[in-house]
């Protein structure tokens, strides 16, 4: 009887316990569903995780389970990713490649130009100008009688008639600019060029006997008759004359670039900017003659002199300033490019004309006697003398006579246009060689032989025997004549791209 109760009693503890085991595992199931775990649930001395942190969240993606549609798996134990789970793995795996190529779309739909970000260029030039007018005849020769008046007997003109060539200049030029932006397509470039200074010197002189016969001629504005100043002539005259004329010619310029389009093996740039160019000349004559008797030669009228000197020179300068636009275009095919360079630069051009002129003699005393005005370039003043010089005034009546002295300017709109073609070859990633041909055009410029005017009042003449007298016309007028002008030639090229 003992023993059964005993059994009994064994029997419903171990039920109670198994029934308050399920209870408290049903809450932990339920709890951990929602989220909330309170301390009691597991003690704090467990060290087993929570059932939440091993359980699979609601919004989590559960694997496909073995033999479900779709998945090709007839119940075998590996579980496959589904067709869905693995074009989401490729498309992960190709992100940065796809992610890649829309930059570079993105970028070439903002337009990318050239790829270097800066460039230097510079290297020698070998140009021509065209050749400076004529200012018709400067010096004349023939027999004593005639004088060397052209149109008298044999007279003739020995030089002036002849256009002046330069021939060739040498002479460099440098351009640097750099990319203003990221794309490459705003840009800057600056640069510029410049010739050397070219001379001609044609002397002229006689022997010590005086032969052979030189004249300065000109035409008598008050009679319109040719006459002559005569230099040298057989036993009377030892002289010479010094022809001198110069040129040099200079510019520079900014522009602003803009890349139209660039490809991979050509591009196109439009140009906008400010343009300089500077042409400066002068034309000199000086003669000077010794008289083998006293008093052949004398200046202003009253003065006998041993030598005489009779000097003119005419100065102009060219100075444009003006607006610019343009293209160039260039085009690659493996090292090898050619480019081509067009611009026409338009506004004012400044002209400025001096006309200088002094007759000087050597008195019986050793004195220097200097009078303004010489022979092509003449007007009134009063003398530039030192202690040593006697002082020659301007006649009565002359301040009516202006003649052609001094200083005058002008202002024409130009048009100025250029183009350059070349061809060269990329020696590195960073330098490249070329070489190519320019031509600059000029409309309208004031060069020095244009400006002589021989018609001549032998009154405004210091060496004339009627010099200071006060009638005939005002003449030479200032001439203000232009022409056209262009400078033409090689050009080779040193390129750094970076």
């Given at each position: ?147 060397g008046i052209l149109g008298a007997g044999d007279a003739r003109p020995l030089f002036g008639t002849d256009r002046f060539d330069f021939e060739h200049f040498i002479g460099v030029q440098a351009h640097a600019g750099t990319w203003l932006n990221c794309l490459h397509n705003w840009g800057i470039d600056f640069g510029g060029f410049l010739l050397e200074q070219r001379a001609i010197d044609h002397p002229l002189a006689s022997d010590a006997t005086g032969n052979a016969l030189l004249a300065r001629p000109f035409v008598n504005a008050v009679t319109a008759a040719p006459l002559s100043l005569l230099v040298s002539s057989p036993g009377a005259l ?261």
């Amino acid at each position: 009887m003992r023993t059964g109760c005993l059994g009994l009693l064994v029997l419903f503890m171990t039920g109670a316990l198994g029934a308050d085991v399920r209870a408290q595992s049903a809450i932990g199931s339920r709890q951990s569903a929602s989220g909330f775990r309170p301390a009691s649930v597991w003690p704090i001395a467990d060290s087993r995780p929570p059932i939440a942190d091993v359980m699979p969240q609601a919004d989590a993606p559960r694997p496909a389970r073995a033999g479900a549609p779709g998945t090709g798996d007839s119940g075998s134990g590996s579980q496959a990713p589904s067709a869905c789970e693995g074009t989401q793995q490729q498309q992960q795996q190709a992100d940065p490649q796809a992610q890649r190529e829309a930059e570079l779309a993105a970028l070439r739909r903002d337009h990318y130009g050239p790829r270097e970000g800066m460039w230097f260029e510079a290297g020698p030039l070998l140009w021509w100008i065209k050749q400076a007018p004529a200012p018709g005849a400067l010096v004349s020769t023939g027999s004593p009688p005639d004088q060397g008046i052209l149109g008298a007997g044999d007279a003739r003109p020995l030089f002036g008639t002849d256009r002046f060539d330069f021939e060739h200049f040498i002479g460099v030029q440098a351009h640097a600019g750099t990319w203003l932006n990221c794309l490459h397509n705003w840009g800057i470039d600056f640069g510029g060029f410049l010739l050397e200074q070219r001379a001609i010197d044609h002397p002229l002189a006689s022997d010590a006997t005086g032969n052979a016969l030189l004249a300065r001629p000109f035409v008598n504005a008050v009679t319109a008759a040719p006459l002559s100043l005569l230099v040298s002539s057989p036993g009377a005259l030892v002289g010479r004359v010094d022809v001198h004329t110069d040129s040099q010619f200079w510019g520079s310029e900014v522009n602003l670039i803009r890349n139209l389009a660039s490809c991979e093996d050509w591009h196109f740039d439009a140009l906008f900017g400010f343009r300089y160019l500077d042409l400066k000349e002068n034309l000199r004559v000086v003669s000077t003659s010794q008289a083998q008797t006293f008093g052949l030669l004398s200046i202003d009228v009253n003065i006998p002199v041993n030598s005489l000197t009779v000097a003119d020179r005419f100065f102009t300068r060219n100075q444009f300033y003006g607006g610019q636009i343009g293209g160039r275009f260039e085009r690659w095919s493996g090292p090898f490019f050619v480019g081509l360079v067009g611009k026409v630069a338009l506004g004012p051009n400044h002209e400025s004309l001096k006309t200088f002129g002094f007759t000087q003699g050597q008195t019986m005393s050793g004195a220097l006697a200097t009078q303004t005005g010489g022979l092509l370039a003449v007007g009134p003043g009063g003398a530039t003398a030192d202690t040593a010089l006697v002082t020659v005034g301007p006649r009565a009546g002359m301040a009516q006579q202006l003649g052609n002295l001094g200083r005058s300017t002008t202002d024409w709109f130009v048009i100025v246009p250029e183009v350059t073609v070349q061809a060269g070859m990329q020696v590195t990633d960073a330098i490249r060689v070329s070489a190519g041909y320019n031509y600059l055009f000029m409309n309208s410029v004031a060069r020095p032989g244009s400006q002589v005017n021989a018609n001549i009042n032998p009154a405004l003449v210091p060496s004339s025997s009627v010099f200071g007298s006060p009638t005939g016309p005002n003449q030479p007028l200032v001439n203000t004549k232009q022409e056209t002008f262009f400078a033409h030639g090689l050009v080779l090229n040193l390129e750094f791209r970076y």
